[in-house]
């Protein structure tokens, strides 16, 4: 068991990645703290760890407010006792409230970089004086491949998820003189029902398929790669941005050949 005896806490974990990120940090021996905006999806996440063999508590907040942040990490520490690891999963790719710059509301602007920027920082300026020097103490962001390569119409969202690669690169300096590893996972389409909104019927489903090199992806790859990022298994990586999207962004470059 990779994180036997470390405490980690998982944002937006009520479902999706998240949820599956919780159980894969479980089997590998860590305790997790639960969060989610929605407490019946918390308490449902942390039901299937104990269900799985695992532990761990519901921690229900709104971690893209400044009060909910902080009540959210205090709650964390205070449930699991210590806290070792910070997954910042939380976050939204909004239907029909994202899209072209000129045409975009303000308020929704505000709203996608809030849920998927700001909460990273705040959650992180309030858990790294608990992190620190702590053995084995990292921090792991959800960045995205449009961080990487936008593909346009989703402004708010890309803008979003490249402030958290830069956030990511960043903070490593900082956070290295706390002794924690800081790092952010960039995947491609993950079959959740977040996706299956934006991807809508079966014909564009497969047309999404096509643009990864072995189809869409899961929940439970990303959760090894966030996995991996948070475990000794990548103590040499500090400040990394790592791509895992079978190969979308390969695909999309100009002159790759078509899958």
């Keep these: 068991m990779r994180l036997a005896g470390r405490n980690v806490l998982i944002t937006g974990a009520g479902s999706g990645i998240g949820r599956a990120g ?22 449902e996440t942390t039901r299937l760890v104990w269900a799985a063999g695992g532990a761990a508590e519901p921690v229900p907040g709104d971690v893209a407010e400044r009060a909910g942040a902080r009540a959210v990490v ?6 699991l006792g210590a806290l070792d690891v910070l997954y910042n999963n939380a976050g939204i790719a909004p ?8 045409f975009m509301a303000e308020d929704d602007w505000d709203w996608i970089l809030r849920v998927n920027l700001t909460s990273v920082f705040l959650c992180s300026k309030y858990a790294i004086p608990h992190l620190a020097h702590r053995p084995g103490a990292a921090i792991v962001n959800m960045a995205s491949s449009q961080a990487i390569l936008p593909v346009g119409m989703t402004d708010a969202y890309a ?15 900082g956070c290295a003189l706390q002794g924690i590893r800081v790092n952010a996972l960039a995947p491609g389409y993950v079959d959740t029902a977040l996706t299956a909104v934006i991807m809508g019927d ?38 990394a941005v790592l791509t895992c999207d079978r190969g979308w962004t390969a695909f999309k470059r100009p002159g790759a050949l078509a899958p």
């Design 202 to 239: 079966e014909a564009m489903r497969a047309a999404f398929a096509r643009e990864h090199a072995s189809g869409l992806q899961t929940p439970e790859e990303i959760a090894a790669v966030a996995v991996f990022l948070a475990s000794d298994d990548a103590v040499s990586l500090t400040g």
């Design 95 to 102: 239907l029909g409230r994202d899209g072209f710059t000129a």
């Design 159 to 173: 803008a979003s998820k490249a402030g958290v690669a830069g956030l990511t690169r960043a903070m490593a300096p």
């Design 22 to 43: 919780a159980l894969a940090f479980a089997r590998e021996g860590a305790r997790v703290a639960v969060n989610d905006l929605d407490p019946g999806r918390a308490e």
């Design 74 to 79: 205090d709650g964390a520490v205070a449930a």
